[in-house]
């Protein structure tokens, strides 16, 4: 299994100003749902994979695959490009990709049905609990921060991690994303991505092993 790691473009801002410090905060890894394409501009905190509309009427358009809402904002609540989202109509459960989102409309790539509906939207980015996973992720141990004046950048290592599944599988995963957990907003530092989906069969093991985070 390869890794891949892209830096949030939030992190880069959080660094200037000096609000992550990457060699004292406490930083965790949160694993991801299947196919989750990772973008760098919009996915900036951890409420951006916990976004929630709470309880509101959402109009669903079938010709224009649409979400509305009257009032309040999605972006607001964290939704962005990329969320898998669904509800609790039983009508337009979802799961749903979002394909654009403004304050008051969200579009999506599936099909959806006419019907106006008394509901709450939630994004499904992170792996829900249970079979050896904990929604929040692991804390990530063991850090050191290192300057390379070679390549004109900043290396992060860390300790490895491991999951374990135990009563069934554990995904598919498509990766992790780390969160820098001392950050009010809990800003995302990157994704890495593990090359392809992975399923952790029930007794089996998830390790994220010999990882270099390279930022330059």
Not at 4 to 26: G, I
Not at 64 to 79: E, K, L, M, N, P
């Amino acid at each position: 299994m390869s890794h891949v790691f892209t830096a949030s473009n939030h992190l880069k801002y959080m660094l200037a100003t000096k609000e992550v410090d990457l060699d004292s905060d406490t930083f965790k890894m949160i694993l991801l749902r299947d196919g989750l394409v990772f973008n760098k501009r919009d996915f900036a905190t951890y409420n951006n994979l916990k976004a929630t509309s709470g309880s509101l009427t959402l109009t669903f358009v079938f010709g224009s695959s649409s979400i509305s809402r009257a009032t309040g904002s999605f972006i607001t609540d964290g939704f962005v490009v990329g969320n898998r989202v669904g509800t609790t109509s039983a009508i337009n459960p979802g799961p749903f990709t979002i394909v654009t989102v403004s304050a008051l409309q969200i579009t999506v790539a599936e099909t959806i049905v006419n019907e106006v509906f008394a509901c709450v939207m939630t994004a499904q980015d992170e792996l829900a609990s249970g079979n050896g996973y904990t929604t929040g992720g692991q804390t990530i141990t063991g850090l050191a921060l290192t300057e390379d004046d070679t390549d004109d950048r900043a290396e992060l290592v860390f300790d490895d991690l491991t999951w374990t599944a135990s009563g069934g599988d554990i995904g598919p995963t498509s990766g992790a994303m780390i969160i820098d957990d001392t950050t009010a907003d809990k800003t995302i530092v990157g994704n890495l991505h593990f090359g392809s989906d992975q399923i952790i069969s029930d007794g089996g093991h998830l390790h994220v092993m010999d990882t270099e985070i390279r930022i330059s």
